[in-house]
Nanobody
């Protein structure tokens, strides 16, 4: 049984920073990713990490301002976000799967989780609101 619990969201002014946390319990899957979804928009993958070796990948939309990391042993996965803008307002989720995925689509590098969606585990999400 895999359980993911996000925390760290909140309200911040434009230009500010936030660090989101994803606490993992139960069986630890190989790949963890951070995603976000704003109202009326598709879910967007931001960054993924393999805790076993710390390897990371970023979507083009995230690589300049977001950093994914882990504590010792990968018990908690973090997403450090800097230089936030109102366009970053969304619900942020962490999710896990047996493997990560990445690829270039329409010239844009995207990241996500490999395999069937039914095999993925998602947290409940944490809200981030950035005011101008």
């Amino acid at each position: 049984h895999v359980q993911l619990v996000e925390s760290g969201g909140g309200s911040v002014q434009a230009g500010g920073s936030l660090r989101l946390s994803c606490a993992r319990s139960g069986y630890r899957e190989n790949c963890i990713g951070w995603f976000r979804q704003a109202p009326g928009k598709e879910r967007e993958g931001l960054a993924t990490i393999y805790p076993v070796d710390g390897s990371t990948r970023y979507a083009d939309s995230a690589k300049s301002r977001f950093t994914i990391s882990q504590d010792n042993g990968g018990r908690t996965i973090y997403l450090q976000m800097t230089a936030l803008t109102p366009e970053d307002s969304a619900t942020y989720y962490c999710a896990s799967a047996a493997a990560c995925s990445a690829g270039r689509y329409g010239g844009i590098w995207k990241v996500g989780l490999a395999g069937a969606e039914s095999s993925h585990t998602w947290g409940q999400g944490t809200q981030v609101t950035v005011s101008s």
